[in-house]
């Protein structure tokens, strides 16, 4: 299965950017689909935003417009682009992988922490 490292977290003000990454390692990059999750203090971790290996795009209503997921096979790399950040975005953000069509279990990144305050 692939290996996801995700980077590019910090901090950040409120209406500030920031770019996250997840390099991926192992065979079949360009065939997963990959998401992004993230978790707050005392939250649930909820999706924020996939891609599929075609390039078709999902997010969530509260980042929709704000932020941007794109993938590069050729790095093996996706990433998410963060703009507009509101101190509700503080969070850990993780990266996720999968291949429809397989009963195996996806592959988690060990999460960056993003946070937005003033």
């Known amino acids: 299965q692939v290996q996801l490292v995700e980077s590019g977290g910090g901090l950040v003000e409120p209406g500030g950017s920031l770019r996250l990454s997840c390099a991926a390692s192992?065979?079949?990059?360009?065939?997963?689909?990959m998401i992004w999750y993230r978790q707050a203090p005392e939250k649930q971790r909820e999706l924020v935003a996939s891609?599929?290996?075609?390039?078709?795009?999902n997010y969530a209503d509260s980042v929709k417009g704000r932020f941007t997921i794109s993938r590069d096979n050729n790095k093996n790399t996706v990433y998410l682009q963060m703009n507009i950040l509101k101190p509700e975005d503080t969070a850990v953000y993780y990266c996720?992988?999968?291949?429809?069509?397989?009963?195996?279990?996806?592959?988690w990144g060990q999460g960056t922490q993003v946070t937005v305050s003033s």
């Open positions: 891609i599929t290996r075609f390039g078709s795009t």
């Open positions: 192992g065979s079949g990059f360009s065939l997963y689909r």
């Open positions: 996720y992988a999968d291949k429809p069509g397989t009963i195996l279990k996806g592959s």
